[in-house]
Nanobody, 116 residues
Framework: QVLPVESGGGLVQPGGSLRLSCAASGSIFVINDMGWYRQAPGKQRELVASINLGGRTTYATSVKGRFTISRDNAENVVYLQMSSLKPEDTAVYYC??????????WGQGTQVIVSS
């Protein structure tokens, strides 16, 4: 299985912005609903945003209005634009199909740290 590769994380101050990218070869982004997940230390992995094949998006209440998920099928890339970042957004962020569970295959993720 070819896993998506996440990038774009880093250290940012509260109120700042980051854009995460998820890239993969093949047609995964045009045949699957895709999602961004995050996992903070000591917490369960949670779905924060998803985008379906028709472009419909969903967001967790905690990030609604601050995060935007988008997809570029021609380049096989899914993005997560994050704005007005808060310390509680600190986590490792992953992308996967929107239906992925804990026993599926996951990539390395990208670390986001929001701190002053």
């Amino acid at each position: 299985q070819v896993l998506p590769v996440e990038s774009g994380g880093g250290l940012v101050q509260p109120g700042g912005s980051l854009r995460l990218s998820c890239a993969a070869s093949g047609s995964i982004f045009v045949i699957n609903d895709m999602g961004w997940y995050r996992q903070a230390p000591g917490k369960q992995r949670e779905l924060v945003a998803s985008i379906n094949l028709g472009g419909r998006t969903t967001y967790a209440t905690s990030v609604k209005g601050r995060f935007t998920i988008s997809r570029d099928n021609a380049e096989n890339v899914v993005y997560l634009q994050m704005s007005s970042l808060k310390p509680e957004d600190t986590a490792v962020y992953y992308c996967n199909t929107a239906w992925a569970g804990e026993y599926d295959d996951w990539g390395q993720g990208t670390q986001v740290i929001v701190s002053s």
